[in-house]
């Protein structure tokens, strides 16, 4: 089974940005919706992003629209969730999947990275 590794979570200001990175052990299929997520202490998991690994117009959750941007790079089997003008309700711990479905349900994502921390300071 293909392992997803996210990587680049860290502590920074509000208004700063972040770079998160999840990459594939092995190749991804051009098949795979690869989304990102989050979740918060005490939180359930939210949807954050998702883009179909071939291409196409990533999807965004309403809280994020306009500050966070997915690109992939297919050389090095990864996908980047590029985080711009953070603030304190972004902080949570990030995770990368992979499913078929172009879903926003984690649920319908069948592999998951570990997770990384992302800590915005006020």
């Known amino acids: 089974q293909v392992q997803l590794l996210e990587s680049g979570g860290g502590l920074v200001q509000a208004g700063d940005s972040l770079t998160l990175a999840c990459t594939a052990s092995?190749?991804?299929?051009?098949?795979?919706?690869m989304g990102w997520f989050r979740q918060a202490p005490g939180k359930e998991r939210e949807f954050v992003g998702l883009?179909?690994?071939?291409?196409?117009?990533?999807l965004f959750a309403d809280s994020v629209k306009g500050r966070f941007t997915i690109s992939t790079d297919s050389a090095k089997n990864t996908v980047f969730l590029q985080m711009d003008s953070l603030n304190p309700e972004d902080a949570a711990v990030y995770y990368c999947?992979?499913?078929?479905?172009?879903?926003?349900?984690?649920?319908?994502?069948?592999?998951w990275g570990q997770g990384t921390q992302v800590t915005v300071s006020s």
């Open positions: 883009r179909r690994w071939r291409g196409g117009s990533p």
């Open positions: 999947a992979a499913g078929i479905q172009y879903s926003t349900v984690a649920s319908d994502y069948f592999n």
């Open positions: 092995s190749r991804i299929y051009s098949s795979w919706v």
